[in-house]
């Protein structure tokens, strides 16, 4: 039976020096940052990326869509980014970027913008835009309202059905 091989203090702490450096070395981001797909770290993570932990326990931001599939403001993967909506790429990863801005920065569920987003939509930001959300009960149906005149400035021209 062999003996067991004891480590000197010197051995056990150069040892855990070297394991310090090694960790550190491999801890990419800094305390209170996210580690993006690229190993780039920022410290946000914004909607619709999702906020998620890596193999480390470290904090990462994720892109949930497949490679050829576009991040929509609303947080789905689709395979394309219809009108009017802006195909983007960054960071090697394809998004739907919303067109509204100025005075008409709300974007609603038919694809227009408008000045105001108002109940019982509520307003919801993507990637510094804004988009009037439909919140309600999910066994609701929202359909525009075709006898609203003023859609879609400054009233709401939804009609609720159950």
């Known amino acids: 039976m062999t003996k067991p091989h004891s480590f000197s203090q010197s051995q056990i702490f150069k040892l855990a020096i070297f394991m310090l450096f090694a960790y550190s070395a491999f801890s990419s981001c800094a305390s209170g940052e996210f580690e993006y797909w690229n190993t ?12 998620s932990t890596n193999g480390a326990g470290e904090p990462s931001c994720v892109y949930p869509c497949a490679s050829n599939e576009f991040l929509h403001y609303n947080g789905s993967c689709e395979a394309s980014c219809p009108s009017p909506l802006i195909p983007t790429v960054e960071i090697d990863k394809q998004f739907c970027d919303i067109p509204c801005s100025g005075t008409n920065k709300y974007l609603f569920p038919d694809n227009t913008c408008g000045s105001s987003c108002t109940a019982p939509m509520q307003i919801a930001q993507a990637r510094g835009a804004y ?8 066994t609701w149906t929202l359909y525009l ?7 879609p400035r400054n009233r709401i021209g939804y009609i609720f059905i159950k």
């Open 131 to 138: 988009f009037c959300n439909f919140t309600c009960d999910p």
């Open 40 to 51: 780039t770290c920022l410290t946000g993570c914004v909607f619709p990326l999702v906020q």
């Open 145 to 151: 309202n075709p006898f609203t005149a003023a859609w």
